[in-house]
């Protein structure tokens, strides 16, 4: 009988014991691997976008200064060309027009190149390229016509 109420005791002890430690704060355990990697790869990403955000803001301020450079020579060329038969007067007014076209189309391009996705900057930075280069083709050609 004393081994009983030793074991009854020893039980009741046992329940209380187990009671007291319930307002002890449990260790937090460190995020799952899962977890761990989608927060890495989220700072992965924005510091990528962040990255290409600069980037694609020092090719834009490339662009705009490449098309004010050849709206710059364009307006000189008009200002000095002084053609000296009525054929050059015609073939230069013809390349004014083609400048004038070429010009708005580079605008055009860089306009879309400001607005562009991420996405879409590889194709919109290839036809500026074109349109940039178009123009410049298009000036030599009034440049010869003006002389």
């Given at each position: 009988?004393i081994?009983?109420?030793?074991?009854?005791?020893?039980?009741?002890?046992?329940?209380?014991?187990?009671?007291?430690?319930?307002?002890?704060?449990?260790?937090?355990?460190?995020?799952?691997?899962?977890?761990?990697?989608?927060?890495?790869?989220?700072?992965?990403?924005?510091?990528?976008?962040?990255?290409?955000?600069?980037?694609k803001?020092?090719?834009?301020?490339?662009?705009?200064?490449?098309?004010?450079?050849?709206?710059?020579?364009?307006?000189?060329?008009?200002?000095?060309?002084?053609?000296?038969?009525?054929?050059?007067?015609?073939?230069?007014?013809?390349?004014?027009?083609?400048?004038?076209?070429?010009l708005?189309?580079?605008?055009?391009?860089?306009?879309?190149?400001?607005?562009?996705?991420?996405?879409?900057?590889?194709?919109?930075?290839?036809?500026?390229?074109?349109?940039?280069?178009?123009?410049?083709?298009?000036?030599?050609?009034?440049?010869?016509?003006?002389?």
């Amino acid at each position: 009988m004393i081994s009983r109420m030793c074991l009854i005791g020893a039980f009741g002890f046992a329940i209380v014991m187990a009671g007291c430690g319930g307002d002890e704060e449990k260790p937090q355990t460190p995020a799952s691997g899962a977890d761990t990697v989608k927060k890495e790869a989220g700072e992965a990403l924005n510091a990528a976008k962040g990255f290409l955000g600069e980037k694609k803001g020092d090719l834009v301020e490339g662009m705009e200064s490449k098309v004010a450079e050849m709206e710059k020579k364009v307006q000189e060329l008009r200002e000095q060309a002084k053609p000296k038969t009525d054929k050059a007067k015609a073939e230069l007014e013809k390349a004014k027009a083609e400048l004038d076209k070429k010009l708005a189309a580079a605008k055009s391009k860089l306009a879309e190149a400001k607005a562009a996705g991420s996405g879409a900057w590889k194709s919109v930075k290839s036809a500026f390229d074109t349109a940039i280069t178009d123009l410049e083709a298009a000036y030599k050609k009034a440049t010869s016509a003006a002389e």
